[in-house]
């Protein structure tokens, strides 16, 4: 059974930098793109990024791109997201998630983690 486990976050000052990964189990790494979506308290889960099966594609959200960025490591089973210059309204839980394809709509995905909670604050 495929499981998915975030780490790294916790609280940084607005303009900070925070990297997030996830821990990928259970089954074949190549099979799968992976997302990484947000949700703040009270709002919709939104998209963030997302990286296909080889890596060679990537999509990012408009209020995000230039500063984030979504790698993958085959060798390890790890998806990580490099985050730049936060921002306070970026305040949320962190999702990573699996799919055979790379989608930017949380619906078509349907493996996800827990969450991570990340909390940009002075």
């Known amino acids: 059974q495929v499981q998915l486990t975030e780490s790294g976050g916790g609280v940084v000052p607005p303009g900070g930098s925070m990297r997030l990964s996830c821990a990928y189990s259970g089954g074949i790494f190549r099979n799968y793109a992976f997302g990484w979506f947000r949700q703040a308290p009270g709002k919709e889960r939104e998209f963030v990024a997302t990286i296909s099966r080889s890596g060679g594609y990537t999509e990012y959200s408009n209020s995000v791109k230039d500063r984030f960025t979504i790698s993958r490591d085959n060798a390890k089973s790890m998806v990580y997201l490099q985050m730049r210059n936060l921002k306070p309204e970026e305040t949320a839980i962190y999702y990573c998630?699996?799919?055979?394809?790379?989608?930017?709509?949380?619906?078509?995905?349907?493996?996800w983690g827990q969450g991570t909670q990340v909390t940009v604050f002075s």
């Open positions: 998630a699996a799919n055979s394809v790379s989608e930017n709509h949380a619906f078509e995905y349907k493996i």
